[in-house]
């Protein structure tokens, strides 16, 4: 089944030289004449589960049915951001009247769309999003107040491309960087232009790109290497899927000119094991990139060869560590190494090794090609370009989004988000997964910046960002982080090792109403002692959750220690159940259901719950139909 | 050669020394467990942890592993350096109750008892140093042991948790083994070794002259192997402890030496 | 039981002892978990010690050492499907089957998975049922989707893990 009946079989020759690129790039563009209708499904994580490829395959199935001189590109796309009101399809008709953005579109939906629209030209209303302030419908996403004030770098071809597709790529201006690198820049001009842009590290170590590109190419040694680290392991975070998925080519674009600036001649992209998608279309990637050139023996006609393998995790985030990545890397579990000898000197066997995270990668085509002050020019002080969150969470607008370094957390959360879900109030802002930490409301104006994040006692982090609620029991967060976390250390070093279990066995009796005294000392010691003598970065801000909470919402620790109850009514035990007798209607479902008899009353009268008896177990609150329950 | 301050105390040391040997060579005392003479330093324990002063900002290092390259300036007894070190022999108080060799390890660095309650189900009064393992794998060369699982669940033990066909049962983890958990057990019924806790027991080679214990018949076999001798020989020049042998030796030159006076 | 499958594995990295976590991959791909008897074989074939490959399957939480279930239910445990009741789905599950996760029901049915973060964030309580993401799950619509599964019987059937028996 062809995605399209454009004959695209004249396509993809080999390519060296600007000029060839160019030409193909104008021959792809003509193919795609301005008649030709674009039909774009969104294939991105958040779509695809709410059924977007049935109605993509529903698509192409219509298309079938017409006769050649109709032309219509069907493409599933990779995430185009607005994951709350997907599926999402666009029409785009090439023309002036640019492009219609439909939003939580379902499968009987497809017929009318295509009658209506792409053959047509006429719009759907119902299925156009609605600005809740204005009420009115828009047309295209530029008007939709999530996407307006993004800025996109990244994530530029993301939902707009085929990204099984090279020449969509091309068409684009894609691999133009690479074939600018390599056929006039040599590579200390590269790697000038990378430390002109200021690009600090997107996986959330920040380190500045260009200076570790210069210390690697500066490093002895005869074989070197550069690393994708496609690992992604923060929970609440999809930007590296929404990338590798979305836009793969531009990683490897990213990565050739890499190694070209550092003298690499062997890369890999390490993705985690959960993420067999964005295995299978780099994978796919790779193999195009080298059909055309770009990849291979002797790249442009150049003496430089390079190419890509692809290396899965086994499911391990410790893993997304740099030294413990390498280890598996080499064949061993993956257990991170002192960093007193750097990985830009030692790393992958022992030789230089230059490891970016895949959104970094990501933005070096366009530093390439718009220049590194051009970059600069965009951000703050101390954190250049743009940066790719996902926002998730009890947030209206759950998506991906990319924003120039500099917007307040505010703007990004109710101007973009749409604000807190169901209108409920701020508790905090997680940023930076289990590094990170929860930020509170007075810190909403903070602008999104590497240090400023960390001055707050969070971090940038890869770009998670989980808006909790007033529902939200911040200690219960500080539980789920670490035992996240002492699941996924490796073991190796103590502090790690045994100072995790110990915050958590803390937290649990917290959680239970069993706190002590000393707790939150004893807390406050054991992650000082973390952050100052673990082996690597997972230990060292594994208490990042718990000391951030602790400072922001000392009161909320406090009413479980002292007064065993939890104010957000989350930490079973710790708050109570009521009837609330003017909504009751005693129907007499909960007493029905009540596993310990704790419930009395009689039929048409308000009931009552035993505090002495309930067992705290929720059933009754899930089972009312008349919300007549209260938590309380 | 760079030279190295402790506590205010300065050595020159060669490049590429770690602050642990240079400690040493000025005679300060730094706590360290997972250390061993043959066995490159992978800081696991993080007792060795000391305050490196880089001209206003100051880091806690691991001593035994950091490398030297020019003039260092280190503090052991510093404040921060100190409560480090406490917290993790508390930690490890907690993992290994039952440790005396710990225990007096602690006692020499003043650190009295743990506030910390054993929350581990796992492998107890193992504190996974991992030098087990490492003189099992490099040293002698059988990688019968190895870590399984990872974090606090992991645990030193023997590929599916059965006895090792690859245990020779030389007791090297038991003698490398710095908080006495891994124990060599003669069985005098059966003229066994056994190395607890890793289930491998090997038959032991006796003086055919005193009968005194020598080494595991797979120690013989190892070693056989590399020398490349018929067995049976082997058997013949090793079937005596090496007082014997020297008696049996001396015996026969004073033989000698009666037969020429003849 | 497959003859050769190791040693096709161990060319296909030409005999890498770094590319042994993908050979473990593949193997586990074929089998459907990793037979212990499949990695002595392994061993003897890359020539490493035993120990060194039981390390690494221990240590990564992907690699099984018993044979899985005829589907693969995995529950996504990140935090945005925590803080939306993910818990609350697996301790369902887990009760009306009467497994942990990580278990396979006592029918071979389905192996229960749960994992830190799969990516689709956005439409938390994640479920995948045989790499079909299903979305906004709680409770009940999750075991609807899987009291739909089926256990087939026929020999062909009978999943890969049968078959290595």
């Known amino acids: ?632 | 050669m760079p030279k190295v301050s402790i506590d205010g105390i300065e050595v020159e040391v060669r490049k590429e020394s770690t602050i642990l040997e240079a400690a040493r060579k000025a005679g300060i005392w730094i706590p360290a467990l997972c250390n061993n003479p043959v066995i490159p330093n992978l800081a696991t324990c993080r007792l060795c942890l000391v305050e490196l002063d880089r001209g206003g900002r100051k880091q806690l290092v691991t001593s035994c592993n950091y490398p030297v390259r020019g003039d260092t300036v280190v503090s052991v007894s510093s404040e921060r350096a100190r409560r480090a070190r406490r917290g993790v022999m508390e930690l490890l108080l907690a993992r290994a109750p039952e440790s005396e060799e710990l225990k007096e390890l602690a006692s020499r660095m003043g650190v009295d008892g743990t506030p910390y309650p054993t929350v581990t189900e796992a492998q107890r009064n193992c504190i996974l140093c991992g030098l087990c393992i490492r003189v099992c794998e490099e040293v002698i060369g059988c990688s019968a042991i190895g870590f399984a699982g990872r974090g606090v669940d992991r645990s030193v033990t023997t590929p599916f948790r059965l006895a090792s066909e690859d245990c020779i049962a030389c007791g090297a983890c038991a003698v490398v083994c710095p908080v006495g958990t891994i124990q060599i057990r003669i069985h005098e019924d059966t003229g066994e070794a056994e190395i607890s806790p890793f289930k491998s027991r090997a038959k032991l080679l006796v003086c055919e002259e005193c009968g005194k214990r020598m080494v595991t018949e797979p120690v013989a076999f190892q070693v056989n192997d590399r020398v490349k001798i018929d067995w049976e020989k082997f058997r013949k020049l090793a079937r005596l402890c090496p007082e014997c042998r020297r008696k049996k030796a001396a015996e026969s030159v004073a033989m000698v030496a009666l037969k020429k006076e003849d | 039981m497959k003859e050769g499958i190791i040693k096709e594995i161990v060319n296909r990295y030409n005999n890498d002892d770094g590319m042994l976590i993908p050979m473990l991959q593949d193997i586990q791909a074929e089998y459907g978990y990793l037979p212990p008897e499949q990695l002595r074989v392994l061993s003897k074939t890359l020539d490493i010690p035993l120990m060194r490959i039981y390390s690494i399957s221990t240590f990564y939480a992907s690699f099984r050492h018993a044979p899985k279930g005829q589907h693969d239910i995995t529950l996504c445990m990140g935090t945005v499907c925590y803080l939306k009741g993910s818990k609350q789905i697996s301790d369902m599950i887990c009760e009306e089957y009467n497994i942990e996760p990580g278990n396979t029901t006592s029918d071979r049915l389905f192996t229960l998975n749960a994992v830190n973060c799969v990516g689709a964030c956005a439409v938390a309580p994640v479920m995948i049922v045989d790499r079909k993401y299903y979305g906004n799950m709680t409770p009940e619509s999750a075991l609807e989707i899987i009291h739909k599964l089926n256990l087939t019987i026929e020999a062909g059937d009978a999943g890969k893990s049968q078959k290595s028996q």
């Open chain 1, 1 to 632: 089944m062809k995605r399209t009946n454009i004959d695209e079989s004249i396509l993809s020759p080999h390519i060296s030289s600007p000029a060839e690129l160019e030409v193909l790039s104008e021959k792809i563009r003509k193919l795609k004449a301005p008649s030709t209708k674009t039909v774009r499904v969104c294939g991105g994580p958040g779509c695809t589960a709410k059924g977007s490829l049935e109605i993509y395959a529903l698509f192409i199935k219509a298309a079938e049915k017409l006769p050649e001189d109709i032309k219509i590109d069907n493409k599933c796309v990779g995430c185009h951001g607005l994951c709350e009101r997907g599926p999402i399809v666009i029409i785009g008709s090439g023309d002036a009247n640019g492009e219609i953005f439909y939003q939580q579109v379902e499968e009987p939906d497809v017929a009318e769309i295509f009658r209506e629209t792409v053959l047509g030209g006429r719009i759907v209303e119902r299925l156009l999003y609605e600005d809740s302030t204005t009420g009115k419908k828009v047309k295209s996403s530029e008007e939709i107040p999530f996407y307006k004030t993004q800025e996109r770098i990244a994530l530029t071809q993301n939902g707009i491309i085929d990204p099984t597709s090279i020449n969509d790529y091309i068409a684009v201006g894609g691999y133009s960087a690479l074939v600018k690198a390599l056929t006039t820049m040599n590579p200390e001009d590269i790697i000038d232009e990378v430390i002109k842009s200021e690009l600090r590290g997107r996986g959330g170590g920040g380190f500045p790109t260009g200076r570790k590109w210069r210390s690697c190419r500066d490093a002895e040694g005869d074989q070197k290497y550069v690393i994708c680290n496609g690992d992604e392991g923060d929970p609440g975070a999809f930007m590296d899927r929404a990338v590798m998925e979305g836009n793969p080519h531009s990683i490897i674009e990213g990565m050739v000119i890499g190694a070209y600036a550092i003298g690499a001649s062997q890369g890999f992209i390490y993705v985690r094991n959960e993420y067999p998608l964005s295995v299978e279309r780099l994978g796919a990637a790779i193999e195009q990139a080298r059909e055309t050139g770009f990849l291979g023996r002797n790249i442009m006609e150049s003496s430089f060869s390079f190419d890509i393998r692809i290396n899965r995790g086994g499911g391990a985030f410790v893993c997304g560590e740099s030294t413990a990545l390498m280890a598996s890397l080499e064949g061993r579990v993956g257990e991170p190494r002192a960093k007193y000898v750097h990985t830009v000197e030692h790393g992958l066997h022992d030789q230089p090794t230059n490891l970016n995270n895949v959104e970094t990668w990501a933005n070096i085509p366009s530093i390439i090609n718009k220049g590194g002050e051009w970059f600069s020019s965009i951000g703050t002080e101390g954190s250049k370009g743009t940066k790719v969150f996902c926002l998730v969470g009890k947030i209206k607008n759950t998506g991906l989004v990319e924003i120039p370094m500099g917007m307040t957390l505010r703007q990004i959360i109710y101007d973009i988000g749409g604000g807190v879900k169901n209108d409920k109030a701020f508790k905090a802002v997680q940023t930076g997964g289990p590094s990170g930490g929860c930020i509170p409301e007075q810190f909403l104006d903070t602008p999104v910046g590497f240090d400023e994040l960390t001055r707050l006692g969070s971090m940038m982090g890869s770009g998670g960002m989980i808006v909790m609620d007033e529902d939200t029991c911040m200690v219960n967060i500080a539980k789920y982080f670490l035992n996240f976390l002492k699941g996924e250390s490796c073991g190796k070093c103590t502090p790690c090792r045994e100072g995790i279990p110990q915050m958590l066995h803390i937290l649990e009796r917290i959680t239970k109403g069993e706190g002590e005294d000393d707790d939150l000392e004893k807390l406050e010691v054991l992650g000082t002692l973390l952050s100052e003598a673990s082996l690597c970065a997972l230990g060292k801000t594994a208490a990042n959750p718990v000391l951030s909470t602790i400072k922001y919402f000392r009161k909320e620790y406090e009413e479980h220690i002292y007064h065993q109850r939890c104010p957000a009514k989350e930490c079973r035990g710790l708050f109570f159940y009521e009837i609330l007798p003017e909504a009751c209607k005693g129907c007499g479902i909960c007493l029905k259901n009540c596993p310990v008899d704790a419930i009395s009353g009689e039929k048409k009268e308000p009931h009552l719950i035993d505090q002495e008896i309930c067992t705290k177990c929720g059933i009754c609150f899930e089972k009312c139909p008349f919300g007549a329950i209260e938590k309380v």
